[in-house]
């Protein structure tokens, strides 16, 4: 029972990780691309 908060939070924050990590990969690809570009 002392699990269910943690459990919550987890899974209220679950949704914006997926976005975050695409966000974080389109930043990297772009940085390389202007790289690779210049």
């Known amino acids: ?4 908060g943690i459990n919550q939070a987890f899974y209220s924050l679950y949704p914006s990780l ?7 990969e ?7 691309a202007i790289t690779l570009l210049l």
């Open 1 to 4: 029972m002392h699990n269910t």
């Open 26 to 32: 389109l930043r990297y690809t772009a940085w390389w």
């Open 18 to 24: 997926p976005y975050a990590i695409t966000a974080r």
